[in-house]
């Protein structure tokens, strides 16, 4: 009885210093300092593609663990160049206080206004995601610099479009006058060519004109490609799928989901698939691991979508294997 009962003050004692010990583990863990980690964004909260990327950062970087900060330059919708070289200014300032130990910018607009002329001969590690299709018109320094390209499923949708429309050739791209889309105009070239289009470009900057170039492209083209909206100004979700109901006569697709209420069909990227990307490899350099170490990549992931009630309009009418395979926009 008496060893019994020693054994068990022992096991208490013991079991009071373990508590101990790891109370002051939790508290030195809890004191540490985190590591400041900056997100720049190049748009807007609210822009559907870039929330998932930032949603996949935030995610994956979290606050008891990192001190993360994000902030926007909001470039679809401040298109001034006065305006967004003010903001440009406003984040140097803000790198040059908090010092960050690595810095993330997603879109072509913080790589080419800001990484390109100000950072690229810094110390400061930077991870970019969401550049379009390629990163050597920015001729960035590979010593501090790796990134995610952003590559749509562009090449799969348009030779889906050859198996049900054979005799397609003239190809519509309409879309929001915008950096990246202007740059994509002379990066996709080739592409269209080898799937066999002749193509012309739309960049519009309001609704207006977008409703009007959208009957233009009607009339005058085989397939036409909706990319995105987000620097389209005036834009109305509703009214926008009011218009393509009421005047489309011929196929709609997209690589961006959100752009689906207005398109027949979508071969889309996964946004979220770059900010979880950004996030890891954020966490590999402050193990340790140097940036050209680490090799750029492209996005893997690929979903497709239909959109039943618009392909009803026209006639369009794919596999149903493919369909049961495909995510589903519902008109409510």
Not at 41 to 51: L, M, R
Not at 123 to 139: E, L, T
Request: aromatic residues 12%; proline residues 5%; charged residues 25%.
């Amino acid at each position: 009885m008496f060893k019994l009962v020693n054994k068990i003050n022992y096991l208490k004692k013991k079991s009071i210093i373990l508590l101990v010990v790891f109370s002051i583990v939790a508290i030195i863990s809890c004191n540490q300092p985190r590591d400041h980690i900056l997100y720049i964004n190049s748009y807007h909260k609210g822009y559907k593609p870039s929330d998932a990327t930032t949603k996949g950062i935030i995610d994956n970087l979290p606050g008891k663990e990192f001190d993360l900060k994000v902030l926007y330059i909001d470039s679809k919708r401040q298109t001034s160049d006065e305006s967004l070289f003010v903001k440009i200014d406003s984040i140097r300032r803000f790198i040059s206080d908090f010092k960050p130990k690595v810095l993330i910018v997603s879109d072509d607009y913080a790589v080419k206004y800001l990484v390109k002329p100000f950072y690229d001969k810094s110390d400061i590690p930077i991870v970019f995601c969401g550049v379009n299709w390629s990163a050597d018109q920015y001729n960035l320094s590979r010593s501090h610099i790796t990134g995610m390209l952003e590559v749509v499923p562009l090449r799969e949708a348009l030779m889906f479009i050859k198996m049900y429309y054979p005799n397609a050739k003239k190809l519509t791209v309409l879309s929001e006058n915008s950096l990246s889309e202007k740059n994509n105009t002379s990066l996709l070239d080739t592409l269209y060519i080898n799937a066999g289009f002749k193509t012309s470009y739309l960049l519009v900057d309001d609704f207006d004109n977008w409703k009007r170039m959208f009957l233009k492209a009607n009339e005058e083209a085989d397939i036409i490609y909706l990319p995105t909206n987000g620097a389209i100004k005036g834009w109305n979700d509703l009214e926008a799928q009011k218009f393509v109901k009421t005047n489309m006569i011929k196929p709609l697709f997209t690589c961006d989901d959100f752009m689906m209420p207005y398109c027949i069909f979508g071969f889309t990227k996964v946004p979220i698939e770059q900010g979880i990307y950004a996030a890891e490899t954020a966490k590999r350099i402050l193990k340790g691991l140097s940036p050209s170490q680490i090799p750029m990549e492209r996005n893997k992931q690929t979903e497709t979508w239909f959109n039943p009630k618009l392909a009803q309009i026209i006639g369009f009418a794919p596999d149903s294997f493919w369909i049961s395979n495909s995510r589903l926009i519902i008109d409510k």
